[in-house]
Structures are given as C-alpha cells and as structure tokens.
C-alpha cells in the first residue's frame, strides 16, 4: 500500500494542475491513476466507483460495500456511498450540486468504461471532456525514488527466476510452454512478487515469431528458440523482461544471426537513451541496427513502451515519438525480429533514464545459451 | 476457442439487430463482447483494435502484430492493421469513409476506454454514441446449450476443489488465507480449469465481514468462520461459488444462528427462480428471510448477477429490477450477512432459469462443517 503521505502530495500536485488549467474536476475509475492518487486498489468493475478531484476538494463515490476498504487505504475522508438498491446516478448529481460542477471541463480516467463515461456525460450534459492524462502523465512519467526502489526489486526478482528456468538446459525439453510458463509464475511468486505483470509469454520455435502468443501445448524441442517474455509486481510495481534461449541442442544457422543483430539493435537502443534525448532517437537506434542487417522488415513494433503502474504507459518509444527524456523516465528497450513460420527473437531490459544517462534494471545474461557467461 | 460457426451466426443475429433499429455500427473493442462475436481474446490494451459490425459488414482495425492472431481465432476476414510507426486515427477515417459511417448512431462496447471513445468522437464528430448492450445484452443474456455445458462443467470443477479445500479440515488451522489460496487455485488448474474466474477470496474471521476482501497474510484459527468465494474458467466461462466453513473448533453461537439464516435465505432465493419471475422477486425472497430473522442491516448487497463470458453481467438480482427471467439465464443467488469487526457468511451457488424452473449449477455441501453430509 502506498503511504498516505505520498498519495497526499500526489493529491495535491494533482489539484494544483487542475486549478493552473482552469479544469472543473478529475474523475477516476478503479485503474493505475486512482491508485496513483488515493491508494485504494481494484480492478474496474461495473458499480460506480469513482475519485472526484476538484482544485479544492477529493471525494469518493462508492459501493457501500466497499466503504471500509477505501478508507483502509486512503486518505481522502470524503466517502459517499451508494448501496445496490439505490440509483448511483443520483448520488452523481448530487455530487456534482455539492462540487459546483458540470458547467466547465471535466477529466475522465483515460481507461474510464464507455457504461461510465456515457452516465457522466448524461448527469453533466453542459460539460466537456478530456482525459485525466492531460494532468496524470506529467505527475506520472517521472518515478520518483520509492517508486524507482520498487522497480529495481521487481526486475531483480523476474531476473533471478530467468536464471533459474534458463538453468533447466536440457530438463526443458518435452515441456510445453504452459508447463514452464507454470514454472515461471510459481517461482516470481516464490521470489517474493505478487501476481504477474501480464500474462507470461512462452514462445516456442514459430510460437515466438507472434510478438503476442502466450503459452500453449506446444512442447519445447531441441534447436527451438524460445522466447520468455515475463515480470512480477513488487509494491504494485511490474517488471517486464525478454530473453530468448535454446534449452538444448543446435539451433539454425539463421537465428545465430538474428541473435546476434537483435541483441546489437538492443544494446544500440540502451546506449541511446538520455536526458534531452528524443524517445524517437533510441527506436532509430535500434531500428537502424536492424535494417542495415536485413532484418528491418521483421521488426514489426516500436522499440518499447513506459513502465510504471501501468505495464504500458509513456513514454512510448516509437519512430514517430519526439517527446524528450527526462530523469526519472522508465520503459523497456525490446527489438524484436519475428519469421512467420519460423522463430522469433526477442530481447528486453527496463532502464531508468538517469541525470547523466542510463541505467539498466535487469542485468541477467543475453546469450541465448542456457548456462554460458554474460553477454 | 468458440467454433467459427458460432460467432458467425451471432455476428449475423447481430447485424440483424443493428438493421432493424437503424444503427449504423456497433464498434467492440478487446472485451467479453469481442470474444463473443468474434472468437479473438485479449486483454484491454493501449493500442487501437476494434472490431466494426455494420448490418451488412464485419472488419477489424488491429495493430500489424496481432494480424496473424486475428484471423486464426475469427472468421472475420477483412483485417486492416497498422504498424507502430502510424497513426491508427487515420486508419479509423479511412474506415468510415469505406463503411460509409459517421451520420447516425454508432454502439461503443461497453467496457471502451475513454481514451478510445474520445477517438471514435473526435473522428465521428457527426454522430450520436451509444453503448453495444443496447443489442448485444439481448443475445448474450440467454446461454445456449454450448455455453451452458461449459457453466456446468466450471461449476463442477470449482465444486470438487471446493470439497477438497473443506477436507482439510484441522490442518488448515494456521495456514495464512493467502496460502489456503494458492492451494486452491493450484487445485483449479490441476482439474482442468483456465485460469481463476476473479481474485479467489478467501476471509477468516473479521476479514469475512468485507465482502471483496480477496485474501491476506491472516492466519486460520479455531472456531473461525472462513468465506471461500472462487471459481475458475472451462471453455472461457466461469464458475462462481462461495461457501462459509470453520475448518476446526467451535463457532460462536451467533455464527450458527447467522449461517442458519443465510442458508435459509440462499434457498429461499433459488426457491423463487423460475421463468417469468421478476429479477426483483428472487432478491425479495432471500432478503425477506434476513429481515425477519434479524439480519435485514448486515446484507449490504444485492441477491446475485448474471454469470456468462464476463462474471458479473446482467441480469442483476437486485430490489429494484423488474425484468422478467427467461429460460438460459444464469446468475447467482448468493445472499450474505456481514457484522463489522466480527465475520461474514456468504452461500452462494450459480443457477440457471429453465422452461419450467431452475437448475442449480453448483451442489457441493453448503454446511459450514469441513466433512459432514450435504444439507
């Protein structure tokens, strides 16, 4: 649980915002940005539950039931509630009268159900609407130091556990992938995390080249390369790493090479990043790397994406994206190259821009032998 | 993965729908809805993917990367993707210049983003929004027979690990609720579940009285009344139930008179099912038998919700819903009493309407005893 403290100053920057731009209110929904800012933590459901934002005030607007919860773990002491007989559009407007607001602009959390933005819309019809990213992002995309500890212990424990389950070597043959994938997750929860970052991607032989397979019953076999795509939460934070290996025996030619450009095209994009520097840079980077090794067109998405509350969340590192880094930024540096119908190549670290440059959060070996030294 | 006949003929029920009230599109994104058209599952994501129902057409827009994915999964052959370096916004325009869309009224899933309506509204300026459970609620609210053997079979699986868990009886004096639910979810698994259904709670003593307690590091103790509420999913539906036991000990008095009373309630609510019953007459049924025996204050929520490819959906079993129950329906009937600071009870069992009564999903002991005879 985030301590009152800093979910009290988050409050307040964020009111601050609000009142600098002249909006009316922020209203969230259970999502990253409500427990960025009060604590409490669920996920979306379909009862109205809601964290309204003024320049001068926060309240709750909640299920009775989960009344007890929210003032556990927050400290916003305004906590309305609504019970399952009861019409929760109600207690919207009388929000809204209490609040003073509905005629001005009003900030809805980017990840808000359309069932919830179409009541808001309908209790406040002579407001307009933006999206609480205009005031969050700027709050969020710079992690401070708890959250940076966070981090550091989340990619720390993903990169134990992919030591372990690269130490398998010829043990992982006559797997399937959901049989490690099961490995995986028991040992991250063993190592001290708390739930996955998402679900965990093991992709066997031309299992890998989808970017996004998951885990199947396809068995590993000797020569395949497999990519392990995964991460746990420590104190709600995820790590998210890639490596991709051959348990056992001989892969082909081509993916010694493939490899061996991805891996180039992923230590480019590392040493890329750094303050003042644009995220459009660290893509071309590695881009760059990648096409001039034939292998550009099998590159199929951007570079990586922010890390934080949110698994994915900016900065997106894209070809197009000119936003600069700034200290404090976190996100993945992940080329990839993708063979339909063959293999794929993945290789991902989390690096925090620091003042003077980088820094890497995961450190395990990038080889794709099972047992070798560090690359 | 739902058969490509399937989805093929909701998609056909579908645009019928959007035909007869002349609607111009129904637009889904990643959600129960998507799954249940189409056969493609993902989580929400950041990235635009849609799936376009018109009355006479069917497409998605999806990021490059998800191509391959998309047509495996659906029958939907018109994919149009865009890679990372684009802006899906204009892909949007050039879909609904081809769709010929934007005049009339266009259904948003449900579960959108904000992020994603403000896109659809920014690119759809001349429209009117909707939400798509103004058609689909109606052909999703009846469980065909496909659906209903894949409820059964969830029921059946959280029923046998729900007896299991109640076999430990004394030896889960000491266990941490968090270790009663990693057993559990193990368990799940290894019988031939997919994944859990929700967050398993598990809530021993005080920690029983929050209903969305999930579980903690609280140890069992004698004579503590334990809510174990969990299902796990067959075939992508859930199962849903909860039983309250002591695993060892003796109860407090007051805990017998309180689980006496909510079985009472929970049978007098399954009781009160049956085709052309009103939503409300079930609650009625369960919450009257609380309110005469004392415990009206201490059932702080509704009777139950429907249950399909998402877990809470309609219909509700609320006070106030007058909608009529018809054959197919499946929801839960799961009354509960909560005493602050002391513990919960909460029986809960999934049922479904029939032609001529109710069938319940669920039949494993309902006693709060760890190893006696079915009540």
Known sequence: MTAPSVTESRLERARDALAERDLEALICFPSSNLTYLSGFEDEPMERHLFLFVTPERALFVAPEM????????SPVEDVRTW?????????????GDDLGIGEGRLLVDDRMW????QDLRATFP???FGLASEVLEALRIRKDEAELEALREAARISDRVSEEIRAFGPAAIGMTEAELAAEIETRLEDAGGAGVSFETVVGGGPNGARPHHRHGDREIEPGDPVVLDF????????????????????????????HDAVLEAHHAGVEAVGPG???REVDRAARQVLEERGYGEGFIHRTGHGVGLDVHEPPYITSENDRELEPGMVFSVEPGVYLEGAFGVRIEDLVVVTDDGVERLNDSPRTWRPLEGRE
Do not use: K, M
Not at 83 to 88: A, I, L, R, T, V
Not at 89 to 95: G, W, Y
Not at 239 to 253: H, I
């Open 66 to 73: 989960y009344d007890h919860q929210i003032r556990e773990a």
């Open 83 to 95: 019970s399952d007989d009861e019409d929760p559009t109600r207690l919207l407007e009388a929000v």
């Open 114 to 117: 359309a069932l919830f933005t």
């Open 126 to 128: 002579d407001a307009t």
């Open 231 to 258: 991460g746990t939460r420590y104190e709600g934070y995820p790590g998210d790493q890639t490596r991709t290996v051959v348990f056992d025996g001989e892969p082909c030619e081509r993916f010694l090479d493939v």
């Open 277 to 279: 520097v644009e995220a």
